[in-house]
């Protein structure tokens, strides 16, 4: 069993910077792929960014190459999104979530583990 606790979200303009923290229980962290997903209202939950075990793989949504990062810390248990050139498009509720295997994946049902959101809202 894992928990996953997400911080660091908020209220920012458009151009401005955050970074998520994802910080999980459990000592098989390492064992575990890790990704972010979004959810805005009325809208789907989408999938934003993934990581294998090690860090060496990352995969990340279309709409956020070039602006968005995802990293993790194996031994501080805690995965990160770097969020840059934010704009409003990317308001929503940011969930991590955590897989029973070490490749990434980027469909939501291939995640066992989800945290209970953070939101971030991005004005222009």
């Known amino acids: 069993q894992v928990q996953l606790v997400e911080s660091g979200g908020g209220l920012v303009q458009a151009g401005d910077s955050l970074r998520l923290s994802c910080a999980a229980s459990?000592?098989?962290?390492?064992?575990?792929?890790m990704g972010w997903f979004r959810q805005a209202p009325g809208k789907e939950r989408e999938f934003v960014a993934a990581?294998?075990?090690?860090?060496?793989?990352?995969y990340l949504a279309d709409s956020v190459k070039g602006r968005f990062t995802i990293s993790r810390d194996n031994v501080k248990n805690t995965v990160y999104l770097q969020m840059n050139s934010l704009k409003p498009e990317d308001t929503a509720v940011y969930y991590c979530?955590?897989?029973?295997?070490?490749?990434?994946?980027?469909?939501?049902?291939?995640?066992?583990?989800w945290g209970q959101g953070t939101q971030v809202t991005v004005s222009s």
């Open positions: 979530a955590a897989r029973r295997t070490v490749v990434p994946a980027r469909q939501v049902v291939s995640y066992d583990y």
């Open positions: 459990g000592r098989t962290f390492s064992s575990y792929a």
């Open positions: 990581i294998s075990w090690s860090g060496g793989s990352t």
